[in-house]
């Protein structure tokens, strides 16, 4: 907080005189902010006195002027320049105490920066969409045009909710298949359009990789409404180009992400280190991306198959000439739905053994790390268990190199024979440990592993058990 006194005088009268005479003092605490960017702006505050000031309007830097700060001196002067200057110092310095400076300014702050952030691109004036048409002889009327949605829902007798689900500035919406009384919305991922009995409005999307798919599926689109020798109407024409572009879509996919992880997992049969295993788990995160993508395409398709009214809505053309189709007269499209649905799942499918495959390498190269792990904490435990013989070795010699007559300095075999008692109990007590240490490794499944059948070296046969009155 900075407290900002003003004092205003009528004439070049000294600040202590004034302040008992002519001036009239109030107080402007400026907060959530560290610096005073306060030069060149008016005064918002009013004087409430009995008689207006003529300079109670102009800028803070005509008049005298009196900040206070904790801890830094005032101007000794209160003219403009010298005064701007001493601000500049005072907005430079930074505040010492935290307290000067709350936490809640720095969150509020942030707060309106991801708000902002979150409403960019949404506010009520842009209602328009952009769309490329397509005429009942698949020719291209419009490309790329605008349209206010209000006018799409009045001409094409949609919601605005509908619209909202298809709606390019919002990405990754999950797949949708909507039936109206005179379209079909379909929103399947790089594909958003409006299907009716005679047109075909495909909405824009944005991306490099999205337009590129968006120009081969066009180029499709065209070819396909243009065939009219096999008798399908229109609007099947155009869902069938619709799931065929998602169905190559999701296959290129599919096999570009196999042949990553296929030659990823062949790397790592060779050879296990951190940048190849880095690479693994960064693939697996897109395969899961890309079967999580899959399973609610086939979710979408599944959905419409379940519900026998929208399948005999789907049939426009009829309802446009008036013959509406019954419930259960949808053979046609259901057909032609059922078979992108098997084909998707089979998509899925290869997708889960992908992922399973993944996830068991990714099991494997732990459990060879573990033991790789184990392998050495063994080694660094049979050296210590050395370690420890050589130790109990030099125990003897240390007991010699003492100053104490022993009477065994001038036996003539003394020296050999506890030369060899030191190695015999250095290599004893390292035998002992190593055994101990190889007992405890052994782990078996079963909880009684550790216990074996003893064998007796002296018995030349075997003994048998009395059963039932026999010798087994």
């Known amino acids: 907080m900075y407290t900002l006194t003003w004092r205003l005088a009528q004439g070049h009268v000294a600040p202590t005189t004034a302040c008992n005479t002519h001036m009239r003092a109030f107080t402007l605490r400026l907060a959530a902010r560290p610096t005073l960017h306060m030069q060149r702006r008016t005064c918002l505050a009013a004087l409430h006195t009995s008689r207006p000031h003529p300079t109670a309007s102009r800028c803070l830097f005509s008049t005298g002027v009196c900040i206070s700060r904790p801890g830094l001196p005032l101007p000794c002067t209160f003219g403009s320049r010298q005064f701007s200057s001493w601000l500049q110092r005072l907005s430079q310095r930074r505040p010492s105490d935290p307290l000067d400076e709350p936490s809640d300014v720095h969150e509020e702050a942030a707060k309106i920066a991801v708000l902002e952030k979150a409403m960019k691109g949404r506010q009520p004036a842009e209602l328009m969409l952009r769309c490329t048409i397509l005429d009942a002889e698949g020719n291209v009327k419009t490309i790329s045009g605008q349209f206010r949605k209000a006018d799409l829902c009045s001409e094409h007798r949609l919601n605005p909710r509908d619209l909202r689900k298809i709606d390019s500035r919002i990405p990754n919406l999950v797949p949708t298949i909507l039936v109206r009384k005179e379209a079909i919305l379909v929103n399947i991922l790089h594909i958003r359009a409006l299907v009716k009995a005679d047109t075909v409005i495909l909405f824009d999307t944005y991306g490099s990789a999205d337009s590129r798919l968006h120009s081969v599926f066009l180029y499709h689109l065209e070819h396909n409404l243009r065939a009219k020798t096999s008798g399908t109407p229109y609007e099947f024409r155009a869902l069938e180009s619709i799931l065929l572009s998602v169905q190559s879509a999701l296959e290129a996919e599919m096999v570009f992400i196999r042949n990553l992880v296929g030659g ?69 499209v259901e057909v032609l739905l059922e078979s992108f649905a098997k084909q998707v799942e089979e998509i899925v499918n290869e997708a889960e053994n992908i992922q399973s495959n993944v996830q068991s390498t990714q099991e494997i190269v732990e459990l060879i790390l573990d033991s790789n792990r184990n392998a050495l904490l063994a080694l660094d435990l049979k050296v210590s268990i050395l370690t420890m013989g050589i ?72 003994l048998r058990a009395r059963r039932y009155g026999q010798w087994s």
């Open 391 to 462: 130790g109990v070795g030099t125990l003897v010699a240390g007991v010699f190199g003492m100053n104490l007559r022993s009477h065994l300095e001038e036996h003539e075999f003394a020296f050999y024979a506890m030369t060899a008692t030191a190695f015999a109990v250095s290599l004893g007590a390292a035998w002992i440990g190593v055994r101990r240490l190889s007992r405890i490794r052994k782990v078996g499944l079963s909880s009684n592993s550790r216990k074996r059948p003893v064998k007796h070296a002296w018995t030349l046969f075997s």
């Open 264 to 332: 990823l997992l062949a790397e790592l049969e060779d050879d296990i280190d951190h940048d190849r295993f880095k690479r693994l788990l960064h693939y697996s995160r897109r395969l899961a991306s890309f079967q999580s993508r899959a399973k609610l395409v086939q979710e979408s398709l599944e959905e419409v198959l379940e519900q026998d009214d929208d399948l005999a809505a789907m049939y426009l053309t009829d309802k446009k000439n008036g013959v509406p189709r019954k419930l259960d007269d949808h053979e046609d």
